[in-house]
Every structure is written in C-alpha cells, then in structure tokens.
C-alpha cells in the first residue's frame, strides 16, 4: 500500500495550492480519504475527511470555506485544495486511508502518505 502526496511548496499568504494523493495497493473506492497536518513542534492536526462516494465532506472550522477535497476514481487520487491560505496553514501534510468515518484521531486511519510541506509566507 502507497499513498504518495505532491503538491506542497512556498506561496505567499492568499495563495493558492493543490495537493495530491496518489493511492496504490488498495481499493481506493472503499476508502475515505482525510487529510492532516503537522507544524513545527505541534501535533498532528486533522484538516479534513472527504467520504468514499465523494458526496460527503468534514472540515476543521480554521479552514472551513478556504480548503476543498475532491477526490479522482479513475486516478486513485484525492486532491487538497487551499485557498486563502494564511502563515499559520504552514505545515507537513498528510493525506490518510480509512474505512471509517471522519475521524478527528490518527488512529483512525488504516494507511498513510510521506507527507509533504506547505509554506505560507506573509
């Protein structure tokens, strides 16, 4: 099992930046698909949880509005995309696998990606 994300890099604040997820080894369309993020000497944080047949969505109020997830079946790829994005949206993220619902936890995901850096300027 892969999950291999892409994507990050450096913008300045109210910039845009898409995210991508690319699934391999698992039947992707059984899987909802979260996406977290961790900055420097904080925890890993729950962003967002987008369902299996892509009609059922969960955000974090901070980036309610500003980030969407949407998701390719014919990719196997699910993508994050940040809008507005501000300094504090500065972190790795993390796109995640689960059979479950949106959980605000780590440990409810099953599968993981390497992870990869945003970094908003000001």
């Known amino acids: 099992v892969q999950l291999q994300a892409s994507g990050g890099g450096l913008v300045q604040a109210g910039g845009f930046l898409r995210l991508s997820c690319a699934a391999s080894g698992i039947t992707f369309s059984r899987y909802n698909m979260g996406w977290f993020r961790q900055a420097p000497g904080k925890e890993r944080e729950f962003v967002g949880w987008?369902?299996?047949?892509?009609?059922?969505?969960y955000y974090i109020d901070s980036v309610k509005g500003r980030f969407a997830i949407s998701r390719d079946a014919a990719k196997n790829t699910v993508y994050l995309h940040m809008y507005s994005l501000k300094p504090e949206d500065t972190a790795v993220y993390y796109c995640a696998a689960t059979t479950k619902g949106p959980s605000l936890s780590p440990s409810g995901y099953d599968y993981w990606g390497q992870g990869t850096l945003v970094t908003v300027s000001s």
């Open positions: 987008l369902s299996q047949s892509g009609g059922y969505t």
